[in-house]
């Protein structure tokens, strides 16, 4: 049975890209197929975490919106970019980083009941265990679809006025949706907070499970989005805890 895990944020900055990407690989170095697919459309990015830049891209997701090709047309094989050995395999749907299309889609949308359809293909078509959604910050129709139709979702939230804010407002959307797992991971945390005082902070707050507390990392900072953190850095303590974060979402 193949799961559908939907990484999303109230507001941009917090990281959903990169917790997005590592989750992946750790899935895929478990053995998974796995699955990652960019609807973060007007600002798309993790591909550039993958390795892959626009000259390899080919199709993107914006191709398939726009009727062009077939979903799994726009899937590519990342995982010999990677440049390690790993048990499974990683398939990027990457939107497109044409200024043009870019354009295009803030200009005359798309009919976002196509990614339903097209998720459903992705893992029909390429056997995947695991579809990772790399969603749009905030809330809007293409969020709301990807949360109702997850298995789990991966609320990512800073310990900040304005994310505990937005995170409630997702967090009861999410429920009115039946979502059956909700996660939160808080990331950025400054070093000089407590930790475990964030997380019964976030639990008591939201009532809902802290998977993990990622403190702020300068050796996450300096690798500034050119590889996947928990594959570069195996043993370091910021990897243990996105480890910790799979496990439970795969739990």
Not at 95 to 111: F, H, N, Q, T, W
Not at 144 to 156: G, K, P, R
Not at 177 to 187: E, K
Request: overall charge negative; some cysteine.
């Amino acid at each position: 049975m193949s799961k559908i895990i939907s990484v999303h944020s109230f507001r941009g900055g917090t990281g959903k890209s990169n917790t997005s990407a590592n989750l992946t690989y750790l899935f895929a170095a478990q053995g998974y197929r796995v699955g990652v697919v960019d609807t973060d459309i007007a600002s798309p990015g993790i591909h550039v975490i993958f390795g892959m830049d626009d000259k390899m891209m080919g199709h993107s997701l914006n191709d398939y919106l726009w009727g062009k090709c077939d979903i799994e047309e726009c899937a590519h094989d990342v995982t010999d970019l990677l440049g390690t050995p790993i048990k499974g395999k990683i398939f990027l749907v990457p939107s497109s980083i044409k200024p043009g299309e870019i354009a295009r889609v803030l200009r005359e949308g798309y009919d976002v009941g196509l990614l339903n359809d097209g998720f459903q293909d992705l893992i029909e078509r390429l056997k995947l265990d695991v579809l990772v959604i790399d969603t749009h910050p905030g809330l809007n129709e293409e969020t709301l679809l990807s949360i109702a139709i997850s298995d789990t979702l991966v609320l990512i939230m800073r310990p900040d006025s304005q994310d505990y804010q937005g995170t409630g407002v997702t967090v009861d959307v999410a429920r009115k949706l039946d979502v059956p797992q909700m996660l939160i991971l808080v990331n950025k945390a400054p070093a000089v907070f407590d930790l475990d005082e964030i997380k019964e902070r976030v639990e008591k707050t939201y009532g809902c499970e802290v998977a993990a507390v990622i403190p702020h990392s300068d050796d996450l900072m300096t690798l500034a989005s050119s590889s996947i953190f928990s594959m570069v850095n195996p043993d370091h303590p910021v990897t243990k805890l996105y480890k910790q974060l799979a496990n439970r979402v795969l739990a």
